[in-house]
């Protein structure tokens, strides 16, 4: 990997930018008025917003089993209540429970979305600076893998990811609906 980059830093050297494009929101300064250092610090920034996404994903898998644990325990904590006779006459309870659980599933499947849409954002902001380096890398395997829009070759992780706070309400709302009628 440092090989790579090592790699990709030497072809950014010999590389220039067409000064008669039009610069877009996320360049600031073209690289005459920003000086020397334009081609170096555009691809730390680069390398950078990269490290970025990872730390996104990352966050992202940590609420994802942060929700997957609290529906499981929460799942569990029901089930428990059928064989606990304290709970026995507190159908009411089990039913708040229930709703609760499905409250939870709504957020969670709110914030899978959210995460889904902050990528989608992030990946559009390394497209646009692909633009000005010699190999589009990012932007190439999208294109290879069909935008997404090609189950063949690609079905997004976002998508069933999307489908498991929906397998968890619908398991609340069936144990709600059993304990109110």
Not at 5 to 22: H, Q, R, T, Y
Not at 62 to 89: D, M, P, R, V
Not at 129 to 154: F, Q, R
Not at 170 to 176: E, N
């Amino acid at each position: 990997m440092i090989v790579f980059i090592a790699g990709l830093g030497k072809m950014l050297e010999n590389f220039s930018m067409v000064e008669d494009n039009p610069m877009s929101d996320l360049f600031s300064k073209s690289e005459k008025d920003y000086g020397n250092n334009y081609k170096e610090h555009l691809f730390e920034q680069y390398k950078l917003y990269v490290d970025s996404i990872e730390k996104t994903s990352d966050r992202r898998q940590h609420a994802n089993n942060y929700f997957i644990t609290i529906n499981t325990a929460l799942i569990s904590l029901i089930g428990l209540s059928f064989q606990i006779k304290f709970f026995e006459n507190l159908a009411g309870v089990k039913s708040v429970l229930a709703f609760v659980g499905i409250i939870i599933c709504i957020v969670f499947w709110y914030l899978i979305r959210s995460y889904k849409q902050l990528n989608t954002g992030k990946f559009e902001v390394i497209h646009k600076i692909e633009e000005h380096l010699p190999l589009a890398l990012y932007k190439y395997e999208w294109e290879v893998l069909g935008k997404g829009e090609d189950n063949k070759k690609y079905y997004p992780f976002s998508h069933i990811e999307l489908i498991i706070p929906w397998m968890f309400g619908i398991i609340y709302a069936l144990i709600g609906l059993h304990f109110l009628f």
